[in-house]
């Protein structure tokens, strides 16, 4: 059965950067289609990435510029590396795992309610971002 473990999370101060991890153990990340959700204190969930089997990326508009992602299958792991991290940034952020068996394009994938796409959460890592 698969798992996610997510960690990197922490407090960091505006214009810094944090990278997150998402382990996936017990099969095999690239046979997984990949989503970071965030949720903020008193907010709605909010998709910001999703990556796809077929090698593309997506990052939403909101992150664009600041967040990137990528896959290290050799590790079985997948990151999200955010610079310039702004206090809006504060959330507790989710990688999400779906076992894929057609082959979507990531921003395909980030157009998907993310409940129904995903069958795998991680329990989610904190991500302050303060002075």
């Known amino acids: 059965q698969v798992q996610l473990v997510e960690s990197g999370g922490g407090l960091v101060q505006p214009g810094g950067s944090l990278r997150l991890s998402c382990v996936v153990s017990?099969?095999?990340?690239?046979?997984?289609?990949i989503g970071w959700i965030r949720q903020a204190p008193g907010k709605e969930r909010e998709e910001i990435s999703c990556?796809?089997?077929?090698?593309?990326?997506y990052i939403v508009d909101s992150v664009k510029g600041r967040f990137s992602v990528f896959r290290d299958n050799a590790k079985n792991t997948m990151y999200l590396q955010m610079n310039g991290l702004k206090p809006e940034d504060t959330a507790v952020y989710y990688c999400?795992?779906?076992?894929?068996?057609?082959?979507?394009?990531?921003?395909?994938?980030?157009?998907?309610?993310?409940?129904?796409?995903?069958?795998?959460w991680g329990q989610g890592t904190l991500v302050t971002v303060s002075s």
């Open positions: 990556s796809s089997i077929d090698g593309t990326a």
């Open positions: 999400a795992a779906h076992l894929s068996h057609a082959v979507f394009t990531a921003q395909t994938i980030c157009d998907i309610n993310p409940d129904r796409y995903f069958e795998v």
């Open positions: 017990g099969k095999t990340l690239d046979d997984y289609d």
